[in-house]
């Protein structure tokens, strides 16, 4: 098993899939490991649609994306994770008011990231898709109005890995020490 830093230093934003198909298996491990993330006052407002099927990936590709962002590579990818949210009373409506803090999206944040290092784990890409029509989406999926499309998490068997990642940011950049 792999170390969550060895994990995060592999995961890249995978846009070229090969078609062969993943394994139920492996994506309901993947869902597992989403779904064991932590949640403000345990709400887990996650919910997730799981879309292998061809006809509704390239819609969701099509349909599913805002205008003019020209994501059609999305049908390609074997398996589109659809993540969304079931908003709560506490911790969407009072909490915000509180403390400013939309901790469901907080919670959906951290669950779709356990998604993508466990497929990382298993030697697949993935890449979150933020940019997305939430109320056709809904529909796509057949999602209650209660429950709001967040975004999608592609994955699938990379095409080819990444020969130049983007560089991050130092740790002394981005970190402080108060001792």
């Not at 819609?59 to 059609?72: D, V």
Request: with cysteine.
């Amino acid at each position: 098993m792999k170390s969550v830093l060895d994990l995060a230093s592999q995961r890249f934003s995978c846009r070229s899939y090969k078609p062969n198909t993943v394994p139920p298996e492996m994506i309901e491990k993947i869902v597992e490991a989403a779904r064991l993330a932590p949640s403000a006052c345990n709400r887990q407002p996650w919910r997730f649609t799981i879309v292998t099927d061809p006809e509704i990936r390239r819609q969701l590709a099509r349909e599913g994306i805002l205008p003019g962002l020209g994501m059609t590579w999305l049908a390609d990818a074997p398996v589109i994770l659809v993540l969304g949210l079931k908003k709560s009373l506490v911790t969407h409506k009072v909490a915000p008011l509180i403390s400013g803090v939309d901790y469901s999206m907080l919670d959906i944040g951290i669950a779709g990231e356990h998604a993508v290092l466990q497929a990382t784990e298993f030697g697949l890409g993935s890449c979150w898709i933020g940019w997305i029509n939430q109320k056709t989406t809904r529909q796509i999926v057949n999602w209650p109005p209660e429950i709001i499309p967040q975004a999608f998490i592609t994955i699938g068997w990379p095409n080819t890995l990444p020969e130049n990642r983007a560089p991050r940011l130092d740790i002394r950049e981005i970190s402080q020490w108060k001792r």
